[in-house]
């Protein structure tokens, strides 16, 4: 099939006028007080990847994802439908699943007092019912979560928000998702996870833009040259695509991913060629390589800890060339992860130095300054340049919203 989109090497790098190379507040990146904002109204109120359906294929197979305080649990049930709810038991709000993933049979039976619930949420029933209120099976079961299913991938959300569906949201890269067959993927790794020494925004920061690939990223560098271009269309996804460079590789793992890595289907196109990422904001991005398909994403756990996981899945291909591909792919992500999270601490903490003058933008970094402009949009407040008095900023972001409303 024809991907309906601008192939790679038809992109252009989008450009930044001389008012838009700063960045956010320094104060930004260590307020309590914007990071509770931030829970409300991004993780909360934002689709959150938890997962994608081959995670759960059989009947009683779940996967759990936590987030900003709330807990969210998919399961598969008899009928093979996947829902999400709140990992909350209705009796004195213990997990109902302890595991991050697993299979709870035929019933959810949760591990504080023994409610048990059917697969589908409704309530089964209580150890020692006399001694409770009577109890329904509707009005009692487990709380459901706004869910959606894009391409095999499982988001959930859990306050109604100002985005629109995924469907709508990714609507303008589908082709890519169609032409990687993304439903028909399966886990080839087991999820990693990293916890970050820094605030979760400074890993958007260096994430969102292709301008360190060549300095910071001697193995992507070795993979794409500058052949790396950002696409940004707005409505909150953008894509990156790095195309295989001609010249020979310096690196071992770069040069052998190359030469081994076996010719995909046609159907991939120019796919075949290049590493695609698609992020979706808040904190989403999807890694479409020729040989494999997957995610990662990150998340705040507190205003100076950030977790990042990924995971990655393939078509079945027990090819040897598949096999060793998708391993030296996977050492040039990890490579370039490490290096990405010293890039990140440095950026962070750079801000309380009393040197710290502010950021001064490139063209090549037009995604960070989308992505503040996406959180201003939201939090007005962030475009104070001096940190409100303690115990204002929620006030005075409402304020500031409502002056833009009115
Ligand atoms: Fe779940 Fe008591 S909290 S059974």
């Known amino acids: 099939m024809d991907i309906a989109l601008a192939k790679a090497n038809e992109m252009v790098q989008p450009k930044l ?21 931030e829970k409300e109204n991004l993780f909360r109120r934002c689709w959150q990847l938890i ?29 093979g439908g996947i829902r999400c709810f709140h990992n909350v038991c209705r009796h004195r709000g213990s997990r109902v699943v302890a595991n991050a993933q697993g299979n709870c049979k035929s019933a959810i039976v949760c591990p ?114 500058r052949q790396y271009v950002d696409e940004l269309p707005g409505r909150g996804v953008g894509r990156s695509v790095g195309r295989f460079d001609a010249v020979k590789s310096k690196r071992w793992s770069v040069r052998h991913y190359k030469t081994i890595r076996p010719r995909p289907s046609r159907e991939l196109g120019d796919e075949a060629n290049n590493w695609t990422y698609v992020g979706m904001f808040p904190n989403t991005v999807f890694m479409l390589y020729p040989e494999m398909a997957g995610y990662y994403q990150e998340w705040p756990l507190g205003v100076g800890r950030t977790v990042q996981r990924g995971k990655m899945y393939g078509h079945p291909d027990e090819r040897r060339s598949m096999r060793l591909a998708r391993y030296l792919a996977q050492r040039i992500e990890r490579e370039t992860a490490r290096e990405d999270h010293q890039l990140i601490v440095w950026s962070c903490e750079a801000m309380k130095s009393s040197a710290f003058a502010g950021i001064i933008l490139s063209d090549h970094e037009t995604g960070v300054r989308e992505y503040h402009d996406q959180l201003r949009e939201l939090m007005p407040v962030f475009d104070q340049e001096r940190e409100p008095a303690p115990g204002t900023v929620a006030k005075l972001n409402e304020d500031l919203k409502n002056a833009t409303a009115g």
Request: glycine share 10%; proline share 10%.
């Open 17 to 37: 006028d001389d008012q838009r190379r700063s960045g956010l507040p320094g104060w930004t990146y260590f307020s309590e007080e914007i990071l509770e904002l």
């Open 51 to 79: 997962g994608h359906v081959s995670d759960i294929p059989l009947p009683g197979d779940y996967t759990t994802f936590d987030v900003a305080g709330e807990r969210a649990l998919a399961v598969r049930g008899k009928d």
């Open 112 to 225: 504080f007092h023994g409610w048990a619930y059917n697969l589908d949420g409704t309530l089964r029933g209580a150890p020692a019912p006399r001694s409770l209120p009577k109890l329904e099976p509707e009005k009692h079961g487990l709380i459901p979560l706004e869910q959606e299913i894009f391409h095999g991938f499982i988001f959930v959300r859990f306050k109604p928000g100002p985005q629109p569906s995924v469907a709508a949201m990714l609507n303008i890269y589908e082709p890519l998702f169609i032409v990687h067959k993304t439903t028909e993927i399966k886990p080839i790794c087991t999820m990693w996870e990293a916890e970050i020494p820094a605030n979760w925004k400074a890993v958007r920061d260096v994430d969102n833009e292709g301008y360190h690939v060549p300095i910071a990223h001697p193995g992507l560098y070795d993979l794409y040259g």
